[in-house]
């Protein structure tokens, strides 16, 4: 039921009604903290996107680089885009070592 409820609240909220419960899911990584994710980056709100942009940069995996990937080219703000590309770049070299 927690769980449930952080992600509800990354999903329904905008700003930072959003960011505890993005960051929570990012330390517990439930099976659908990428899904939620996902969804968090289509958000219209820069803010929503920079935090998911943030936590997935802590997480190493696959999925995690796969996600960034996808949402490099959708990504309109260019300080969203550059931390994109950062955190692409750093995943990789996690994966290399």
Do not use: C
């Amino acid at each position: 039921a927690a769980i449930e409820r952080f992600v509800n609240g990354a999903t329904a909220g905008r700003g930072l009604d959003v960011k505890p419960h993005l960051w929570i899911l990012s330390y517990i990584l439930p099976p659908q903290t990428m899904e939620v994710f996902r969804i968090a980056l289509k958000s219209s709100d820069p803010l929503v996107r920079k935090t998911v942009v943030t936590h997935l940069g802590r997480i190493p995996g696959g999925d995690t680089l796969q996600l960034l990937q996808e949402h490099q080219t959708d990504e309109r703000d260019p300080e969203i885009r550059q931390l994109v590309e950062a955190n692409i770049s750093r995943l990789r070299k996690r994966e290399t070592v």
